[in-house]
């Protein structure tokens, strides 16, 4: 039988595969069009991309495979409902032209120096898939690349934490899951793992003390025995590890002090989707459908990979449209309000906005003096900004200040946000400038 990986396992296999592919081939010559990836009836056997053999997810292979996830990973719908699309406000097509010229080459000088570049040349030069702005609820700027277009779908990464940590602070602001208790009292499962002793919002905020390392050169590292645990196919024979993403978490053994700093470990977001989904009753993706998807207007189901048990990867699983995280964009630039209709109380928004402490938020150097709050990352500039984040350049980019919602998915060749701020960061905020005077 031959072996499926998860996405957890696709992505650290990419880490280590992308670092020596980074700069071979530019956007334009990764195209995966240009390329000629799964093209033809069927496409010539050096072009076809499978799983596991031709490892899916590395540099350029996965150009193509972002957008193509669910034909590789068993996934779960997050529904949008029965009710008709509600469009987004939109200029017309001559003026969305003109906003376009003009944003293309609104310039910039990158994070650490080195020469003034423009918004245009960013978008080549982060390998980007789409890219949304939205001004005041309309829509000013839509491009396609690579393999997305306006139909289609694209890899989230972990901006899926992001969805995970709303909901998970929409239970807490309307009393449904309380924040302060002890995970152990909510997941018994847990209590003698690492997670048993820390409280939900350490969990939602990152700063548990867990053992948990991704040091993707070590094979004996956790990272792998997790991957392991969450590939979605029965486990080799002789197998011995956990079974799922949440067998697993209750083996996590601690490391250091609940609450005392940040750590950056997706198995968090995991714990996460448990303790939702054990206080809601519905898996991530139903809850999600329920609270948001079906009731934002969206245009197209979203969908989540799924481990062997058919547990969602709340984690880093979610593939979905741009204009649909544009709208996810929206509800929480305006309050958890969007088309007329109050989805969530803006509180929710408000304790996201508000951040996490600073004081415990290290090792970023592209984001200093900023935060993590319910799974959010919380700028703390004068704009007020704050995003969705995931590996190799997705991002929701916030800034209540400019009234606007940006949206980009990107197949940048490395899996690394510290590579792609520098020409990322700087051109949102040139964006946000020139709205602000529009």
């Known amino acids: 039988m031959r072996k499926i990986l998860s996405l957890a396992a696709v992505l650290t296999s990419a880490l280590a595969l992308s670092a020596g592919a980074e700069g071979t ?7 995966p069009k240009a390329l000629g990836w799964m093209q033809g009836f069927p496409p010539p056997a050096d072009k076809i991309i499978t799983q596991p ?7 350029p292979k996965l150009r193509w495979s972002v957008c193509h996830l669910r034909e ?13 699309p509600v469009p987004l ?6 003026d969305l032209a003109v906003e376009r010229r003009i944003i293309d080459i609104l310039s910039f000088r990158p994070l650490g120096g080195g020469r003034v570049m423009t918004v245009g040349e960013a978008f080549d030069l982060n390998y980007t898939d789409g890219l949304l702005i939205l001004h005041r609820g309309e829509v000013v700027y839509e491009r396609y690349a690579g393999c997305l277009d306006e139909g289609g779908k694209h890899a989230a990464m972990s901006m899926t934490k992001s969805l995970t940590g709303l909901l998970a602070e929409i239970l807490v602001v309307e009393g449904a899951l309380d924040d302060r208790a002890l995970v152990s009292s ?8 690492a997670f048993g002793s820390a409280t939900v919002r350490e969990v939602m905020d990152m700063t548990t003390g867990i053992q948990y390392s991704e040091d ?19 486990k080799p024979a002789g197998y011995v590890g956990p079974e799922g993403y949440w067998e697993y978490l ?10 005392a700093q940040f750590h950056y470990k997706t198995v968090n977001s995991d714990m996460l989707g448990w303790i939702i989904s ?14 948001i998807w079906s009731k934002m207007g969206a245009e197209q189901a979203a969908y989540m990979t799924v481990d062997g048990t058919g547990v969602p990867f709340a984690g880093g699983g979610l593939t979905a449209g741009l204009r649909d995280l544009g709208r996810l964009g929206l509800l929480m630039l305006n309050n958890g309000e969007i088309n007329g209709a109050q989805l969530f109380p803006a509180e929710v928004v408000q304790n996201i906005r508000a951040g996490g402490d600073p004081e415990k938020f290290a090792g970023f150097p592209t984001l200093p003096g900023a935060s993590y709050k319910s799974q959010w990352w919380v700028m703390h500039n004068e704009n007020g900004a704050y995003a969705a984040r995931g590996v190799h350049g997705q991002t929701i980019y916030v800034d209540p200040a400019a009234e606007m919602v940006l949206v980009r998915f990107a197949s940048h060749p490395q899996a690394k946000n510290g590579v792609i701020d520098p020409t990322s960061l700087p051109a949102y905020q040139a964006i946000a400038d020139y709205l602000i005077d529009r």
């Open 25 to 31: 081939l530019t956007a334009a010559q990764s195209d």
């Open 53 to 59: 053999d031709s490892v899916y997810f590395s540099f």
């Open 72 to 84: 590789f990973l068993p996934t779960e719908d997050i529904s949008r409902g029965l009710g008709a």
């Open 89 to 94: 406000p939109r200029l017309s097509a001559e």
């Open 186 to 193: 909510i997941i018994p499962e847990v209590a003698d793992s």
């Open 216 to 234: 993707y050169s070590d094979p004996n590292a956790d990272i792998w025995i997790y991957s392991q645990a969450a590939s979605p196919l029965p």
């Open 250 to 259: 209750t083996q996590v053994q601690p490391e250091g002090d609940h609450g």
């Open 278 to 291: 054990r206080v809601s009753g519905q898996p991530v993706t139903d809850l999600a459908a329920d609270r």
